[in-house]
């Protein structure tokens, strides 16, 4: 048994240090940090991996390019993309780099224990290499011009000799794994699309690069004419990160691990991965999570196609918390989504500005200016208030099931349906009217303490995916930092709230710019 307070583990791909990040990086990002911050409020730890990926060609060749040295060049990027998750409230774990020199070690362990076991063998190939995906693309994956479909760049015929570890003898293995465990790749039609890309006999995977080609990589253990692959060496990461080859490594928290990946690399996650981990007798991870690509114009985006959305800059521009909102109610999750400012600016003022930041100006402003404190006893409450007050336990279940079922979506809209529930009760309500009245001040008391009590839950459910307004919600309550952890204190039924000074502000309506500053977005 191990004694980390961790119950769980979830991992971002390392991504490349060719990029800077970018709104692409940041959606499987910010989904890991929402997970994890989800997973947490019910009680259970969870540590959150991301990091760089800096070995390579094209990283290379990126450093070449700009005349710099590649060690500091990596170091800056790697540090651009720590710096921007910290910026962005990310509460990562682990900032892993591939080119730590544990991680180097742990490779070379994995290698020559591959190499031992015969799992390896030196043989001639002759393919078509895209350097984009730094992997050898068979004919069937390119598309009807024969170009990569990811990159859109004509793969470069490539013939050399080079290590290969054999892949082909898990491809049973890896069907019945991928049979058995309906959760191993998710949602399912990844899975289906592996077991049939696996009805094709498997092929060995080219896990080396000639040093004339590439010196920038880690060199085998048993022949230093050459340096690992990329992915040979990236993948590894998750499990090095558990503390692997090490005795005493954290088995247990192993077997709990997510991978969050998009398409782009799902061959990588869902075949080379689970074999090379059944080959160093390790159990592959327990799922992995699909996403779709984000496009803009249609594309996806990316550097190399030059339609690049900044998230610290969109973040800035137009208030925090907001971009992980519409991320994650405009995707759904599995397929492509598409980025709009449009949409982007829409979703802040319908959702955001107009529902719950209105919702709780509107609040607190009635009860600030007439009453101090708000107190009450729950035999005071009328039917209509058990009724709004009973739509909570039904949002938070469906708020669970959207995540449980990767539908995100889902959990959200319920959480707006919770909004507006409470807006129509404040409609029906009139508390201005009760206000006025003089018989009706213990009345008002009571219906702005059931509005409390929807935007303490509301607060609580949304924590995950707006941790400032929440926080800036629990203060308003009276609530101490991390008021909704655990999630039980969203739902807690009080009597008695103590209003702020300041009524909170949360989110302000926000203009489509001129479309002479747009590309700044
Ligand atoms: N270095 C490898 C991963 C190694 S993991 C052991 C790599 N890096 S990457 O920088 O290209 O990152 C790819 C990942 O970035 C995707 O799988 C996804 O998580 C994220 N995304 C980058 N662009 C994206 C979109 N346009 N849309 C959605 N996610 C995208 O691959």
């Known amino acids: 048994m191990s004694n980390s307070p961790f119950k769980s583990y979830i991992t971002t791909p390392l991504y490349y240090v060719n990029a800077r990040p970018h709104l692409g990086h940041s959606y ?4 890991a940090d929402v997970v994890k911050r989800h997973r947490e409020q019910r009680g259970v730890k969870t540590l959150f991996l991301t990091g760089t990926d800096e070995h390579g060609e094209k990283i290379e060749q990126m450093a070449k390019a700009q005349n710099r040295d590649t060690r500091s060049f990596v170091d800056e990027v790697s540090q651009d993309f720590r710096a921007t998750w910290e910026k962005m409230g990310i509460e990562f774990d682990i900032f892993y780099r591939t080119t730590d020199p544990k991680h180097v070690r742990a490779v070379q362990h994995a290698l020559q224990t591959l190499k031992d076991r015969e799992e390896i063998v030196f043989r001639e190939y002759e393919g078509k290499y895209c350097v984009g995906c730094e992997r050898f693309l068979t004919d069937s994956e390119l598309n009807a011009d024969g170009l990569c479909p990811d990159h859109l760049k004509k793969p470069e015929p490539r013939k050399e000799a080079n290590y290969f570890f054999l892949m082909s003898r898990y491809q049973k293995p890896l069907i ?5 465990n309906p959760n191993s790749v998710r949602p399912d039609h990844f899975r289906q699309e592996m077991l049939s890309f696996l009805k094709q006999p498997l092929g060995d995977l080219c896990i080396s690069r000639p040093k004339q080609r590439l010196t920038w990589g880690i060199e085998l253990p048993f022949d230093s004419n050459f340096v690992t692959y990329v992915w040979f060496d990236a993948l590894l990461n998750y499990l090095v990160a558990m503390g692997w080859p090490e005795a005493g490594w954290n088995q247990e928290l192993w077997q709990t691990v997510n991978h969050l990946i998009a398409k782009d690399i799902l061959k990588a996650h869902a075949v080379y991965w689970p074999t090379m981990l059944m080959a160093l007798g390790v159990s592959p991870a327990r799922e992995l999570q699909v996403s779709g690509y984000w496009l803009v114009d249609g594309t996806k985006m990316s550097k190399s196609l030059g339609n690049v959305i900044r998230p610290l800059e969109v973040e800035a521009q137009y ?4 971009l992980r909102f519409y991320l994650l109610r405009e995707m759904s999750y599995g397929l492509d989504a598409t980025f709009t400012l449009e949409g982007y600016i829409n979703c802040i003022n319908s959702q955001l500005a107009n529902g719950i930041g209105n919702l709780v100006s509107r609040v607190y402003t009635i009860a600030k200016k007439n009453l101090g404190t708000v107190a009450f006893s729950n035999d005071e409450l009328l039917e209509a208030d058990h009724k709004v ?4 336990a039904r949002a938070r279940e469906a708020w669970d099931a959207g995540f449980a079922e990767l539908k995100y979506q889902n959990s959200l809209k319920a959480w707006s349906e919770l909004v507006t529930a409470c807006d129509l009760y404040v409609n029906e ?3 201005w009217a009760l206000a006025k009245d003089p018989n009706a001040t213990q009345r008002l008391h009571v219906v702005m303490g059931v509005c409390l009590r929807m935007i303490q839950a509301l607060a609580a459910l949304i924590a995950p995916v707006l941790p400032h307004a ?4 629990g203060k308003a309550l009276g609530l101490g930092e991390r008021a909704f952890d655990p999630i039980e204190a969203g739902f807690e039924d009080r009597v008695r709230f103590e209003l702020p000074t300041e009524t909170p502000k949360l989110f302000m309506r926000v203009q489509m710019p001129a479309p002479e500053s747009r590309s700044e977005a």
């Open 389 to 392: 007050l009973a739509l909570r």
């Open 429 to 431: 309500m009139k508390p």
């Open 319 to 322: 208030g925090k918390d907001t």
């Open 176 to 180: 019945e794994y991928l049979e058995k």
């Open 470 to 473: 929440a926080q800036e919600i």
């Open 28 to 31: 499987t990002t910010i989904m």
